[in-house]
């Protein structure tokens, strides 16, 4: 009994330094997804806020610029487009994301024509109502810009693990899949600078 | 007479004190060296720092007077209502100020964690640009409309003129009108013991009080020694220890950055 005891022993002891090795490396991965996960829904909001902000803004050019139709009804395409493409969270693909980018810059592009006409209206351009809703809008093109970057940068991490040496042999085996990430666009990337 | 003598006494030693821990709250504390790290962003300042500085004057565009003033005010309404406006001034940025701002805000953690109450103005000197940068928990409050208002109205037309000073105090006066009554500072309580812990030890002291003071004769000695005991070991454990370092540092937040998170949320404007 105490010699079958010694030798098994050293086997014990691999399998439990895999055993610790492994769980912590698939703890670290359920952690870095929710981490993305989290951020994701922080992305979705933020495109959720510009769309909300869309009817009243239709509305109150509307008022001032009744002939610019066409763009208007652009907009509202547009938003409704982009309020459909939705993403499932457990599982961002590349095509979907590509999808979701897709209808988020058509109502990007259809806004800022809206936002170009706007320019002939100077009644409009001075209305109270309409420069807050100017500045949610920026606002909100910044949050929109900033929760991006911080789903790239989580997705990144998670990406990282699952790729690296020990995790690449087991993300497999628990089915952990890489995660999309969104397409920089231009000017993106440069590293800001502060002079002093 | 003798007990008149010493009321005298206690109110000449105690104005004595007062006087000595309000020439503290006017020590102004420098502003630290601005460090550029890997990520583009400035080094988040010591806790020491953190206490001592809320406006981080890089450009000097502040006098030391004014500076001073405006962290008094700050830190008074840090004090009471937990939450954090940092100030910075730069001389150049390369980037969007906007985007900029916010991670930096981000980085730093101002405001607290829990309540996202974090304010940061970033000026930018040479390209005459203002942001207002709101955490995630003021932005319902202090929306990007309404930061707009300020830098509109209560920054622009001050800053053209040259009156920095002027315009950010205008700025501080809204904004803190705006978020009025929203938060209250309850920090200290969340940081020091439960509530149970220190009934258990005020508990336990009375009866130690009781044992040792019970055994001698007095009967007023157990009374008027175990009131101030229990007071001020109360008192030291939360209150007194957190107050007395924010009055002697003054000028920052007393609890250092919070670690609220930024979002994006705010207006930039140009003078």
């Given at each position: 009994m105490k010699k079958l005891l010694t030798a098994l022993a050293p086997f014990l002891a691999i399998a439990f330094l895999l055993y610790v090795t492994v769980g912590r490396y698939y703890n670290n991965a359920i952690v870095y997804q929710e981490d993305a996960k989290?951020?994701?829904?922080?992305?979705?909001?933020?495109?959720?806020?510009?769309?909300?902000?869309i009817p009243n803004l239709v509305n109150t050019v509307k008022g001032y610029a009744k002939h610019e139709k066409e763009t208007l009804e652009a907009v509202i395409k547009a938003r409704a487009a982009a309020t459909q493409t939705k993403i499932d969270p457990t599982n961002i693909t590349p095509e979907q994301l590509a999808?979701?980018?897709?209808?988020?810059?058509?109502?990007?592009?259809?806004?800022?024509?809206?936002?170009?006409?706007?320019?002939?209206?100077?009644?409009?351009?001075?209305?109270?109502?309409?420069?807050?809703?100017?500045?949610?809008?920026?606002?909100?093109?910044?949050?929109?810009?900033?929760?991006?970057?911080?789903?790239?940068?989580?997705?990144?991490?998670?990406?990282?693990?699952?790729?690296?040496?020990?995790?690449?042999l087991f993300a497999g085996l628990f089915g952990f899949k890489e995660m999309a990430r969104f397409s920089s666009e231009k000017g993106a990337e440069k590293a800001p600078k502060v002079e002093f | 007479m003798s007990k008149l003598k010493f009321i005298v006494l206690f109110f000449v030693i105690?104005?004595?004190?007062?006087?000595?821990?309000?020439?503290?709250?006017?020590m102004l504390a420098?502003?630290?060296?601005?460090?550029?790290?890997?990520?583009?962003?400035?080094?988040?300042?010591?806790?020491?720092?953190?206490q001592t500085v809320s406006v981080y004057d890089y450009a000097h565009m502040l006098t030391d007077a004014e500076r001073k003033k405006l962290q008094e005010k700050i830190s008074k309404y840090n004090d009471s209502t937990s939450t954090q406006i940092v100030i910075a001034t730069i001389k150049k940025l390369n980037d969007d100020i906007s985007l900029y701002a916010t991670e930096w805000a981000h980085k730093w953690g101002i405001g607290q964690k829990n309540k996202g109450n974090g304010i940061f103005i970033l000026i930018s000197r040479d390209d005459h640009k203002i942001t207002i940068r709101t955490g995630y928990g003021v932005e319902h409050l202090l929306t990007d409309a309404l930061s707009r208002r300020i830098i509109e109205r209560d920054i622009?037309?001050?800053?053209?003129?040259?009156?920095?000073?002027?315009?950010?105090?205008?700025?501080?006066?809204?904004?803190?009108?705006?978020?009025?009554?929203?938060?209250?500072?309850?920090?200290?309580?969340?940081?020091s013991w439960p509530f149970w812990a220190v009934f258990l030890f005020i508990f336990f002291m009375i009866i130690i009080i009781a044992l040792v003071f019970g055994n001698s004769s007095g009967s007023s000695g157990s009374s008027s020694g175990g009131g101030p005991i229990i007071y001020t070991s109360s008192g030291s454990s939360s209150s007194w220890g957190s107050s007395s370092g924010s009055s002697s540092f003054g000028g920052g937040f007393s609890g250092g950055f919070g670690g609220g998170g930024f979002g994006g949320g705010g207006a930039t404007g140009s003078w």
């Open positions: 989290t951020a994701w829904s922080k992305v979705e909001s933020a495109y959720q806020r510009r769309a909300d902000l999808q979701f980018q897709q209808a988020q810059q058509g109502l990007s592009g259809a806004l800022s024509r809206l936002l170009v006409t706007v320019e002939k209206y100077p009644e409009l351009k001075a209305d109270k109502h309409f420069l807050e809703l100017q500045s949610q809008l920026e606002g909100t093109e910044n949050r929109i810009k900033v929760e991006r970057d911080r789903f790239n940068d989580a997705v990144n991490v998670y990406n990282i693990h699952i790729k690296k040496f020990p995790g690449r | 105690y104005s004595g004190f007062l006087s000595m821990s309000g020439q503290d709250r006017y420098p502003v630290p060296k601005l460090v550029i790290e890997k990520d583009g962003l400035p080094q988040k300042p010591t806790l020491q720092q953190q622009i037309p001050y800053f053209k003129q040259g009156k920095f000073y002027e315009g950010l105090n205008a700025a501080l006066d809204t904004i803190q009108k705006i978020l009025s009554g929203e938060f209250t500072n309850d920090t200290s309580d969340s940081e």
